[in-house]
């Protein structure tokens, strides 16, 4: 029988919302305790709020974007310090930016996660 019981928590501690472009960012925990058996996991959301359309993808999201797009993902976060790979417990940041031609500029977003025991 193996120990079910968390010995990780990860949590978001910070949301940048885009710069520049008319977007939503949102991050969620959807499982924030790491157990042997289990990652923590999250949910990353871009919502497009503008009026007009965008010709390219943004970040990891590769298709057109038009009014009230949604782009989502979701990923695993495994922090069990036992296990090459692994995120030791701390503070995370990820973030992305595109160049946006139309306004000539950078469009820039991140979160941050932390990790602790």
Request: charged share 25%.
């Given at each position: 029988m193996t120990d079910?019981?968390?010995?990780?928590?990860v949590s978001v501690t910070d949301v940048s919302q885009p710069?520049?472009?008319?977007?939503?960012?949102?991050?969620?925990?959807?499982?924030g305790e790491v157990t042997v058996e289990t990652p923590a996991s999250v949910r990353v959301e871009l919502?497009?709020?503008g009026d007009e359309g965008f010709g390219r993808g943004l970040g990891l999201w590769v298709d057109e974007v038009e009014r009230g797009d949604e782009f989502t993902c979701e990923a695993e976060v495994w922090t069990d310090h036992r296990a090459d790979g692994c995120l030791p417990p701390g503070r995370y940041a990820f973030a992305d930016s595109t160049y946006v031609a139309e306004r000539d500029a950078v469009a820039e977003w991140a979160f941050e996660l932390t990790a602790a025991e």
């Open positions: 079910k019981s968390p010995f990780r928590r710069s520049v472009i008319p977007a939503e960012l949102s991050v969620e925990t959807l499982a919502r497009w709020t």
